[in-house]
């Protein structure tokens, strides 16, 4: 036996779990083929967010007077701004391989696959520094990410040039001037929200009813208000049927209700989706199962496979860091038979847009589909000192709680910085608070978190300053 | 002012007895020093001190059982501070042997309908109006023990399904109870079902309303370990299907195989008992038949990877199952010695919990005693246990003739759950392999 435990993934999900096993004194090994750290801090959250921050400072700036300041037109350098962003990603790589070192865990590098084994699959490396390598260990976590979802039939696929996935919008030579975003969930919106900062004309188009679709409606609709207001336009219930390269840039054609449209712009982002990454790495030939391109897992995240646990994007939605992070961490627990109880957490989602956008649990509309009479609260950013103060009044807090048990059940939330905030409310979910604890909390004044209070004592008609 | 706690010597203790004090008030103590020992379920342990000081109090008798984890023992202050007067809980109202019915005394638990709300809402659909039990802590710190861990949710729940939390077993972090925990609860549950793992087995009428007058015996109070061992064979043997497998086994060749090994062993002065060698094959045993190194859990059957056999040693009162872990990759002079060491240490109450928690399938000889054949009660979760009989001279058939063996019975009884009856036959076949072929060990 070469390990107790092989991670194929360095990601979020591999990375954190392999930590986790080493830290349980299991003998673990991680494999990767490109960069340690995975999509989030090479090419996904971390990158992003350097950039976001390089736009939103750059948006700022255009409002100075606003706070009674004033500079000379500022200006920017998009090289810099990329470099900058790689510089951040470049800088956490290292941090990985650092914690990969200080926990003794082997990086192997190069490319898995799975054949057969006893007690679990045995894994086949390709190495990057060629040759092969074959390791044997008691357990197997598969934690290959996902990618960018294509549909090369409506030419809805990275071309090498003006249409982009995030890899390439990540790394673009310019800002374009007009850019089309097909899809807006929170990459399509990010990116969406980077380009605008800078300049772009942007249009996002989305094939639902709303932008935001997995938001609570009252959240997506005031996004979009609040993006319009910057100049984003937006096209919703609008199914690309082709895009394609023009002479100069892209043409994009979408039908809205049986109306046709055709779009140019100097580039387009793809943002439809992710697919996981369960190709090529045996399996198939394993017989593990596989439902509409995820690894079907138990609540240990283990495969019908003996002996291989799958975790993260590739074990299915939601496709976020800390969900890998999160269940690489119980997966490992469990084998290593130190698991506590797994009660399931809920799972914030952010989007790093201005404004920010950031929700747990359900929807009001998915709370009410479940047949749960619910008790709902708002708070208005617009009342709220804090923000008055800081010239971020826009958004807001929203509260859903279960009428029956005063159970906080979701919350959903528009404005600055609410992706710092949402782990107040996911905290109170996972130690099943009702309102009675959300009430009985001293929130600090003044502070933009003040609304989540407000938007508690909202929901039982008890808010204060409105 | 520095209180000194009830420690927590394994992570399934919940009480234990304070067997000893080796302090009084105004001795000084440093970290390090042996303050008192404790007598957990199953052994003595030395509580050291964590903190230094001078003692300024001892708040819980020595002898006094019962003693939850985490209550306050002693009292230490630091040099020159001056005694904390009134401020505490006089020792003897502390000590937490208190008379049985404090029970009845405690603060009523809340009535049906309260929650652990807090303001009381306005307009339609109410939430739990607001109960005042946390006014002024009823509860004093030695009473933590009743104190019912839950998440608002899981109080509240309870509440308006008429859940009592006291008979619920809690499955969230630190045993608290949570919401799936209430839900699944029966309302009216009668405390003593989910109480039942941690108090008295069950309620029987007494000796007296049984016909046997009080002056016609002596009661020998329970001690950790007799509770731990009523409580534990109670719930397997309730709980647990059993079903025993018998067979007969030929030893002649294991006795003379074991006076050769001993004679070669004699200059390291170990001796291998017949019960070494018996665990040996087991373990052997194990490892052809995996199915039969098992636990039932309900999320799946658990097969153990390693045979860690634990071994029934009987002490003054009482018994205790150290664990030979590892058994199938050992030598017999390696069982023998580390099994020695194991019993001794038993017999002093000194194992540490991890010597004796955790064994993945059980040993239990009373051959000494010239027991035939008995079936023993399952060590949960382990999914079976062999009871070994005395090793003697029998009339046997062999081939048509009649013949003497010295032959020893043997009975494993199985958690139908986890092994059936095939899979301990499939077990019992190896074993018997072994034990009557012992080379066969070495393959």
């Known amino acids: 036996m070469d390990f107790d435990l092989v991670i194929i993934g360095s990601g979020p999900g591999g990375y954190v779990a392999a930590i986790r096993a080493s830290q349980l004194g299991l003998k673990t090994a991680i494999v990767e083929r490109e960069l340690l750290g995975g999509i989030c801090l090479n090419w996904g959250c971390i990158p992003t967010k350097a950039l976001l921050k390089s736009g939103e400072v750059f948006e700022q700036l255009s409002h100075l007077d606003a706070y009674g300041l004033g500079a000379t037109r500022p200006t920017f350098d998009f090289t810099k701004v990329v470099e900058r962003s790689r510089g951040v990603a470049k800088q956490l790589n290292q941090g990985v391989a650092f914690l990969m070192k200080k926990h003794k865990i082997e990086v192997i590098e190069g490319e898995a696959r799975l054949e057969k084994g006893t007690p679990a699959p045995k894994v086949l490396i390709k190495l990057k520094a060629g040759g092969e390598r074959t390791v044997q260990a008691r357990n197997v976590i598969l934690a290959t990410g996902a990618r960018a979802r294509e549909i090369p039939a409506v030419g809805l696929a990275a071309d090498g040039d003006r249409i982009w996935t995030y890899r390439q919008a990540m790394t673009a030579k310019a800002c374009p001037k007009s850019l089309l975003v097909v899809g807006s969930g929170a990459i399509g919106i990010e990116f969406a929200s980077f380009y605008r900062a800078l300049g772009a004309e942007v249009t996002v188009i989305e094939a639902l009813g709303r932008i935001l679709p997995v938001e609570d409606e009252d959240v997506s609709k005031a996004a979009q208000k609040a993006f319009e207001k910057r100049g984003l336009a937006f096209r919703v219930g609008a199914k690309v049927t082709r895009l394609g390269k023009s002479k100069t840039g892209v043409e994009l054609v979408l039908d809205s209700g049986g109306k046709s449209e055709t779009l140019t712009a100097e580039a387009a982002i793809v943002a439809v989706g992710i697919d996981g990454n369960v190709e090529n790495v045996g399996l198939e030939a394993l017989g593990v199962k596989v439902d509409r391109g995820h690894v079907t897992t138990d609540p240990h995240s283990a495969t019908n496979v003996a002996g291989l646990y799958a975790i993260g994007d590739v074990a299915g939605p939601p496709w976020l860091a800390h969900k890998a992070s999160h269940e690489g961490i119980h997966c490992v627990e469990h084998i290593a038979g130190k698991a506590g109880p797994n009660i399931p957490a809920p799972i914030p989602g952010c989007t790093y847009s201005t404004p920010q956008i950031a929700s747990v649990g359900l929807t009001e509309a998915q709370a009410k589909a479940a047949g749960r009479k619910v008790r709902v609260g708002r708070f208005p950013f617009r009342v709220n000192g804090k923000a008055i103060a800081s010239g971020e009044t826009e958004g807001f807090v929203k509260t859903v709680f279960d009428e029956a048990t005063g159970a906080l059940i979701g919350a959903h939330m528009i404005g600055g910085e609410v992706t710092e905030m949402i782990q107040g409310f996911a905290l109170a979910m996972t130690l099943e608070s009702t309102e009675a604890e959300l009430f009985a909390t001293v929130f600090p004044h003044p502070t933009m978190s003040e609304a989540m209070h407000e938007a508690s004592l909202d929901a039982y008609g008890m808010v204060l300053h409105l | 002012m520095t209180d000194v706690l009830m420690p927590a010597l394994s992570p399934t203790m919940e009480e234990g007895v304070l067997a000893k004090w080796n302090i009084k008030v105004g001795d000084t103590v440093k970290a390090g020093d042996v303050i008192a020992e404790i007598e957990t379920d199953k052994a003595t342990m030395e509580v050291e001190a964590v903190d230094e000081g001078v003692v300024d109090a001892i ?94 949710l899981a109080r509240r729940i309870a509440g308006q399904n008429g859940v009592d939390l006291k008979a619920v077993k809690g499955s969230g972090p630190h045993g608290r109870i949570v919401k799936a925990d209430v839900e699944t609860a029966r309302p009216g549950a009668a405390p003593e079902q989910g109480a039942a793992s941690t108090a008295e087995p069950r309620k029987v009428q007494s000796l007296e309303q049984m016909g046997i007058p009080a002056g016609s015996y002596d009661l020998v109070p329970l001690d950790g370990m007799r509770k731990t061992i009523a409580r534990r064979m109670t719930d397997s043997f309730r709980d647990v299907p059993h079903f025993p497998l018998s067979l007969d086994l030929e030893i002649d060749r294991l006795l003379d195989a074991r006076v050769r090994i001993n004679a070669t062993l004699e200059t390291r002065g170990v001796k291998v008992s017949v019960n070494d060698l018996v665990i040996k094959a087991a373990a052997m045993a194990l490892k052809v038949v995996p199915e039969a190194n098992a636990s039932y859990t309900p999320e799946g059957l658990a097969l153990h990877h390693n045979a860690d056999i634990a071994v029934a040693v009987a002490l003054e009162h009482g018994l205790i199952t150290p664990i030979v872990r590892k058994a199938e990759t050992k030598s017999l002079a390696q069982i023998a010695v580390e099994m020695k060491d194991l019993a001794a240490r038993a017999r002093d109450r000194k194992l540490k919990p991890e010597e004796f928690q955790g064994g993945t399938f059980s040993v239990s000889n009373l051959g000494m005693f010239g027991i035939k054949n008995f079936a023993s009660i399952i060590n949960e979760p382990q999914g079976a246990i062999l009871s070994v009989g005395v090793g003697e001279k029998r009339a046997v058939v062999h081939g048509d003739a009649l013949a003497i063996a010295t032959v020893m019975s043997v009975t494993l009884t199985c958690d139908h759950r986890v092994v059936d009856g095939s899979i301990g036959a499939r077990f019992l076949q190896a074993f018997k392999g072994f034990v009557e072929d012992p080379v066969t060990m070495l393959a």
């Open chain 2, 59 to 152: 708040l819980v008798p020595a002898g006094a059982e019962g003693v939850k984890v985490n209550t306050p023992i002693a009292r230490l202050k630091g040099e020159g501070e001056s005694s904390s007067g009134g401020a505490a809980a006089p020792p003897q109202s502390a000590a937490p042997t208190a008379p049985p019915n404090t029970g009845e005394q405690k603060t009523p638990s809340p009535p049906p309908g309260t929650g652990g709300g807090g303001r009381e809402a306005d307009g339609g659909g109410k939430p739990a109006p607001t109960p005042q039990q946390t006014k002024g802590s009823p509860t004093p710190a030695v009473n933590g023990a009743d104190r019912v861990f839950a998440t608002p």
